[in-house]
C-alpha cells in the first residue's frame, strides 16, 4: 500500500518552455504533499508543502511564481516549473502523507528528472 | 539546526557484513526515521522511531535512538548487494515536515 505515482519520470526540453509534474497516490488520501529538490549527491531541498484546497507554502527562496503547485484533490499535486531556465535542471520529488505530516512516513514517488537545453 | 547528519558518509562493505551508520541532529524530535534511495530513484520509507522508544526493529534492520546524545543508529545485518544505496535520516518535530539529513552511500560489494 501507499503507493505514489509521479509523472513524467524524465523531461528534456528548450529554455523558456514550461513544464508540469503530477504527483498522484494511488491507493491512500494525502492530506499533505511535499515538493523536494535534489541535486546530485546532496539530500533532498524541500520546496513547497502542499494540502488540499489551500495555497502551498513554499520554502524560503524558492520563488511561487517560478514554482506553481496546485493540490486540487487529496490524491493529486501538481509542480510547474514555468519558463524553465538551463539552471532549474534538476531531480524532482514529490511526496505524500496522510495524518500528521512529520509524525508519519512519507511516501515518495519515483522522480522526476528535469533537463532544461 | 534540525537536520540529521549522517555518519560515515560513505561505506563500502563485503557482502554478508553488518552495516551500520549513525545519525546526529541538534534539537528535540517527536520522531526520527530512515530511508533508502536507489541511484535515480525515489525515497522509500524503512523505519520509523519515535522519541519514546529506544529500539526498533524491522526485518533485517536495527534502528536505536537516544534522546539524551540526539543521535540514531541504523543497522543493516547480514548486507546484500541489493542493500546498495543511499541511506537518509529524517527528523520529525511536529512542524507538518521532515528535515533529511545529507545521506549516507553504502556499497555492498558481492
Known amino acids: 500500500g501507499a503507493v505514489v505515482s509521479q509523472h513524467p519520470s524524465w523531461v528534456i526540453c528548450k529554455s523558456g518552455t514550461s513544464v508540469k509534474i503530477e504527483c498522484r497516490s494511488l491507493d491512500f488520501q494525502a492530506t499533505t504533499m511535499f515538493w523536494y529538490r535534489q541535486f546530485p549527491k546532496q539530500s533532498l531541498m524541500l520546496m513547497a508543502t502542499s494540502n488540499e484546497g489551500s495555497k502551498a507554502t513554499y520554502e524560503q527562496g524558492v520563488e511561487k511564481d517560478k514554482f506553481l503547485i496546485n493540490h486540487a484533490s487529496l490524491t493529486l499535486s501538481t509542480l510547474t516549473v514555468t519558463s524553465a531556465h538551463p539552471e532549474d535542471s534538476s531531480f524532482y520529488i514529490c511526496?505524500?502523507?496522510?495524518?500528521?505530516?512529520?509524525?508519519?512516513?512519507?511516501?515518495f514517488g519515483d522522480g522526476t528528472r528535469l533537463s532544461i537545453l | 539546526s534540525q537536520q540529521g547528519e549522517e555518519d560515515p558518509q560513505a561505506l563500502s562493505i563485503q557482502e554478508g557484513e553488518n552495516a551500520t551508520m549513525n545519525c546526529s541532529y541538534k534539537?528535540?524530535?517527536?520522531?526520527l526515521q530512515w530511508y533508502r534511495q536507489n541511484s535515480g530513484r525515489g525515497l522509500v520509507h524503512l523505519i520509523l522511531?519515535?522519541?519514546?522508544?529506544r529500539e526498533k526493529h524491522s526485518g533485517r534492520l536495527r534502528v536505536t535512538l537516544d534522546t539524551s546524545k540526539k543521535s540514531s543508529s541504523l543497522l543493516i545485518t547480514a548486507s546484500r548487494a541489493a542493500d546498495t544505496a543511499s541511506y537518509f535520516c529524517a527528523c520529525g518535530s511536529g512542524n507538518n515536515r521532515l528535515a533529511f539529513g545529507k545521506g549516507n552511500q553504502v556499497v555492498v560489494i558481492p
Open positions: 511526496s505524500a502523507s496522510f495524518g500528521a505530516a512529520g509524525d508519519q512516513p512519507q511516501h
Open positions: 522511531i519515535r522519541s519514546n522508544e
Open positions: 534539537t528535540s524530535i517527536n520522531n
